[in-house]
């Protein structure tokens, strides 16, 4: 949360936005993406702007800048930041804005700053230019904001380039870099969503704390409601260029009062049935001992085991680099074990996939992160779904097509309406549930799904979630459920598999695993979830402060 | 009705490239036809300036440059074409097969092709052709396979691109078998940029042909070729005479047209306009 | 990485003169009954073969040969039996001077003009040179050669169309005889390179750093100075550098128009008189320097790429 000096005052009116109209271009035609929407900052005060993609909120945030992205242009409406009006100002006056009293946080740190200088060199840059500070001056500030945000050896890692830093790190070293002029305004442009969860939760609390310590007013444009709990005084929601809600974050995150804030507020709070039953029967899926790597590298899966059992659903959760994604390759058979052996209905596979029976193939499908690269934009839905049926069940002709109209519905779409279409022309969650029709067509037994939300809007997803949990209680499937978002392992796991660096820490039902005591790693990357408590920031910084970490 | 809609939207350079290759065409199926004289028929005086019975006038040896230009369209776009076909086949054949085996067979044929691409093109095929002689078979194997080279770089570039694809993994942990793979789900979709480059190759096999024949080294009299036409009447140049520039104008202008399409060709497929 | 570069260079080196020698060996007829021709005895031909040295292993006769081209001995030329060295030495001098005079020309103007063009990208400028460069780079040297012949020499009467060019000429002499070469040589390779450049330099002002100086509030000359340019260099480079090696092949043909004395004139006469000996050289000497340039240019992009240089 920002700060004010505890008096909950905030200051005058910063920036003012009324009747902000966006246009973006697409095949030499313009059409409107932002529709009147209103804004108003104060001083010291944090915003955010949350919505789904294509609300809008990306577009808005560097509108407050007089900036428009190519592709599309400010059409009406009035900007004004500290009664300047920014929609009439002349490009000289907006660029001596521009860094200096109001700056930018983009989204991936690696992209924004110049692979051919030092970091130091970028942080300097804008005080200098524009004639605020000497270059002494403006090093020996980063040294101290480096320090301030954590980065390992703070006096020296500004002399590296971008690309010898981590990816948290760079981020935090952009926040550093907006900070240079002590602007009025920084617009953080969703910063934290291309990193790892626990990282992510210490960028947060970094640019919390500078934020507060300068007061410097902030926009905080994300997707996720659980971040912007944590940051925001107050929130607003946009839909398709609308604003939905706006309020005092508290009191909208505890009584929202439009359907589509209490969607995203409820994302995830779904939670399956506890399965009940007697001794489990021979599992589906069973792993022993597996270990794995590329070629002569070090072992990616160090002495992996794990079971699936029928109709259950086991969520392997990690972060970048833990090995879960290479534990779904090795299942498969595209990546033969160098130790281990996979059983599957009771009998072993085969560990290579050029081995391995067109029965043994048929009955463990996956489905993959984006729906955009795992369907061939070449072929219609109904080749897509179409093959495996005549390839693994030898259908044809008309019992085909009634197959696929079949599966069509049972992904709840119309058939005749897409089963001639192209993948291009269906949006993102449509395209999943191809995906997860493809999946079903073969009529297998074990759904391998490889972060099969992680690349969709929060009330896409939610629904696939939904759609797949309903599947599983019909078909009866097991599913291998790979992901990082504990939320999502939550709402539908049975069990779960906890891993770091190639290997298992923790594994067992899932009230065991969630409740403590546990692993540390388990403890770490349960308390790095933003839940939906505004306090959980500050008691969690404490918390850190009082036990550092690298 | 996808076709006309992209006719329509066309910038004027493709449609002046499009209607040059429709004409050129035209020219070469239909030569015996349109022709008043025999391809090597001696009909008149060395260099007769252009007038009534000879349009264009006539070359070193007395025969019309008219006919001897559009049996020259004939001649030199068919090898052409025949050698860019023979180097796209072997070529892209050879791409696809490199990147979806991937491995030891990828890296063989990747080297194999960057030792034949160290050695500047032109030279390598002057060479290989004192050995074996000017043969119109000879040209048109050894420029179609040192021209293969760079077929299977853009094959190979473009297919990895759709090879790592995750719809095309799924074709394969379902057990379909390479050929399938590479047919249903690579090739389609590698389509366009293979499309725009069998126009730049055909253009380039066409000028190195006619640098050749210019040179002498490449299509031998009497067969009526641009290149080789441009040598025999380079003398006229001397004298103000612009008629060696026929023929090379004539390989100048077929160029420029297919560049033009295949420009455009790129840009609506890709937005891209890059330059190789 | 820069060493191991080079090494690979001169691997390739090494390979390309093995099939420059050896290429001959797999090819199918006999060397020496071709040249002499059907109608030639078989102890001439036998005769010949020893003469030629055929009758010796292949090996050896490689590490004779590349032995001899390393010490400057390149043996004699079938048709006169001259030295080829001595051959090759001044019309190596005189492609040089020409291939760097049209470089010196081409490569700062094309530059410049794709940066502009890639800057005001899309106006009637932009346009114009986009349809002019394509025009260019479908022209055959030849056709480009012979217009300017017709335009400068025959109506005009400025330069001479022949490059009459010998030892003694004085430097500015030299310009002036070899200036329409030169300029053939230019007007295709400028065209290529203007293409290249431009595109490079609009795929990079696309970059979000770009966008990210721009919302830093810095001038445009400095955006362009000081972060797009640094990361056009090694595109760049290569540019040029891949030019300059097809620089090296052009120069043959315009050689043949200008009957200039050169490398690549001294080539397509042996290839006519199927001289091997000295086609063998000469393609040697022109492959190694066609590799020398791209291996520059690799080395040259490594050593521009911050990535490579400081590894993490």
């Known amino acids: 949360m920002s700060t004010d000096g505890g008096n909950g005052a905030k200051g005058d009116i910063l920036l003012e936005m009324r009747g902000l109209r966006i246009e973006g271009q697409s095949d030499d035609q313009w059409r409107e993406i932002v529709h009147g929407v209103d804004v108003v900052l104060r001083r010291g005060e944090v915003l955010g702007l949350i919505g789904e993609s294509g609300a809008g909120k990306s577009t808005i945030g560097i509108a407050s800048m007089g900036h428009a992205r190519p592709g599309c242009r400010i059409s009406g409406g009035s900007i004004v930041f500290d009664g300047i009006e920014l929609t009439t100002a002349s490009e000289a006056a907006k660029r001596k804005l521009r860094g200096s009293r109001i700056a930018y946080v983009a989204q991936s740190a690696a992209a924004a700053f110049n692979p051919a200088h030092r970091l130091i060199d970028q942080y300097c840059e804008t005080p200098v230019q524009h004639g605020i500070k000497r270059r002494a001056e403006a090093e020996a500030e980063a040294r101290e904001l480096y320090r301030r945000l954590q980065l390992p050896d703070p006096d020296e890692i500004g002399f590296r380039y971008p690309h010898q830093v981590s990816g948290g790190q760079l981020q935090r070293a952009m926040t550093a870099m907006a900070m240079s002029c002590q602007p009025d305004l920084i617009v953080f442009d969703e910063p934290t969503t291309a990193l790892d969860v626990t990282t992510q939760i210490e960028v947060l609390a970094a640019i919390n704390d500078v934020v507060g310590q300068f007061h410097t007013a902030a926009i905080y444009i994300t997707h996720d409601l659980a971040v912007v709990a944590q940051m925001a005084d107050r929130i607003m929601v946009l839909r398709d260029g609308h604003l939905v809600e706006e309020g005092e974050a508290r009191e909208m995150l505890a009584a929202p009062k439009e359907d589509y804030t209490r969607r995203l507020l409820s994302v995830r709070t779904f939670r399956k049935e506890a399965v009940v039953g007697g001794p489990p029967p021979e599992p589906v899926l069973k792993i022993e001992h597996v270990s794995a790597s590329y070629g002569a590298t070090p072992l990616v899966l160090k002495d992996v085991s794990v079971e699936i059992h029928r109709a259950r659903t086991v969520a392997v959760v990690g972060e970048s680099g833990s090995g879960k994604s290479t534990l779904a390759r090795v299942i498969t058979g595209l990546l033969p074990p160098r130790e281990g052996r996979i059983f599957f209905g009771g009998e072993e596979l085969s560990p290579a996939l050029t081995r391995r029976s067109r029965d043994q193939l048929r009955r463990m499908q996956m489905i993959y992160q984006m729906p955009d690269t795992a369907l061939n934009p070449r072929q219609r839905i109904h080749e897509i779904i179409g093959r495996p049926i005549e390839f693994y069940l030898g259908l044809t002709g008309a019992r085909r097509r009634r197959r696929i109209e079949d599966l069509l519905s049972m992904i709840e779409l119309e058939p005749s309406d897409f089963i001639d279409r192209y993948p291009g022309e269906l949006s993102g969650g449509e395209k999943q549930r191809i995906c997860i029709a493809r999946a079903l067509a073969a009529d297998p037994e074990l759904i391998i799904c490889d972060e099969v939300t992680s690349a969709l809007d929060q009330l896409v997803a939610e629904e696939i979630l939904k759609l797949l949990q309903r599947l599983q209680d019909k078909l009866h499937l097991s599913y291998m459920f790979i992901t990082h978002d504990l939320a999502t392992v939550k709402a539908i796991a049975d069990e779960i598999v906890v891993m770091l660096r190639g290997e298992i820490v923790e594994q067992g039902e899932k009230q065991e695993v969630l409740t403590p005591p546990h692993h540390e790693y388990t403890e770490l990357l349960l308390s790095s979830v933003p839940e939906m408590d505004p306090d959980l920031l500050d008691n969690l910084l404490e918390k850190r402060k009082a036990a550092p970490r690298a | ?276 | 990485m820069v060493a191991q570069r080079l090494a690979l260079g001169l691997l390739t080196l090494f390979i390309v003169s093995l099939i420059i020698f050896l290429g001959v060996e797999l090819l199918p007829g006999d060397l020496a009954q071709a040249i002499l021709g059907q109608a030639a005895t078989p102890e001439t031909v036998a005769a010949f073969r020893r003469e030629l040295g055929l009758d010796l292993p292949p090996y050896i006769r490689y590490f004779q040969w590349l032995g001899g081209m390393l010490e400057g001995d390149m043996g004699r030329s079938l048709a006169n039996q001259r030295e080829i060295a001595e051959l090759i030495g001044g019309r190596l001098a005189n492609t040089l001077f020409l291939a760097l005079y049209a470089a010196v020309i081409s490569v700062p103007l094309a530059v410049m003009l794709g940066i502009l063009a890639a800057l005001y990208r899309n106006s009637f400028y932009d346009r114009c040179i986009n349809v002019v460069t394509l025009s260019s780079i479908s022209f055959p040297e030849f056709f480009v050669a012979y217009i300017l012949i017709l335009l400068l020499s025959v109506k005009v009467g400025i330069f001479p169309s022949i490059s009459n060019v010998s030892d003694d000429l004085g430097f500015w002499e030299r310009v002036y005889r070899t200036a329409l070469p030169a300029m053939s040589l230019t007007l295709v390779v400028i065209a290529h390179m203007m293409r290249m450049t431009r595109a490079a330099i609009i795929n990079l002002l696309a970059s979000p750093y770009i966008e990210m100086a721009n919302l830093k509030g810095l001038s445009r000359s400095r955006i362009i100075v000081k972060h797009a340019l640094p990361n056009a260099l090694a595109p760049i480079i290569n540019v040029i550098v891949i030019n300059l090696a097809y620089l090296v092949v052009g120069v043959v043909v315009v050689e043949v128009v200008f009957v200039y004395p050169g490398l690549g004139q001294l080539l397509v006469d042996s290839v006519s008189k199927r001289d091997l000996p000295v086609v063998q050289a000469s393609s040697l000497i022109f492959a190694v320097t066609y590799i020398l340039l791209n291996l520059t240019a690799d080395v040259l992009s490594i050593m521009t790429n911050p990535r490579l240089m400081h590894p993490k």
Not at chain 2, 146 to 161: P, Q
């Open chain 2, 1 to 276: 009705m996808g076709f006309f809609k992209f006719l329509k939207k066309s910038p004027w350079s493709a449609r002046f490239g499009m209607l040059v290759i429709v004409f050129y065409v035209f020219l070469a199926v239909f030569a015996p036809i349109l022709t008043p004289y025999g391809e090597s028929q001696v009909v008149g005086a060395e260099f007769e300036p252009w007038g009534e019975h000879f349009v264009l006038g006539t070359d070193n040896l007395g025969r019309d440059m008219l006919t001897r230009l559009i049996y020259g369209a004939r001649n030199t776009i068919g090898i052409a074409f025949v050698t860019t076909c023979l180097a796209f086949s072997v070529g892209a054949l050879g791409g696809f097969i490199a990147s979806t085996l991937g491995g030891w067979v990828d890296q063989i044929l990747a080297r194999l092709v960057d030792v034949m691409m160290a050695i500047p093109a032109l030279i390598f095929a002057l060479m290989i052709l004192t050995i074996v002689g000017t043969s119109v078979p000879a040209l048109i194997l050894v420029i179609g396979f040192l021209d293969s080279t760079r077929v299977f770089r853009l094959a190979r570039a473009v297919s990895m691109n759709v090879v790592v694809m995750d719809y095309v993994e799924v074709a394969r942990l379902r057990g379909e078998g390479l050929w399938w793979v590479m047919r249903r789900e690579v090739l389609p979709n590698t389509m366009a940029p293979l499309v725009a480059e069998f126009g730049l190759r055909f253009c380039f096999v066409f000028l190195t042909l006619s640098a050749l024949s210019f040179l002498g080294i490449g299509v031998q009299p009497p067969t009526a070729d641009w290149g080789s036409m441009v040598r025999d009447n380079a003398t006229l140049i001397t004298f103000g005479d612009i008629t060696p520039l026929l023929p090379a104008g004539s390989i100048a202008l077929l160029t420029v047209g297919i560049n033009f399409v295949v420009d455009w060709f790129l840009h609506l497929t890709s937005g891209l306009r890059d330059e190789h």
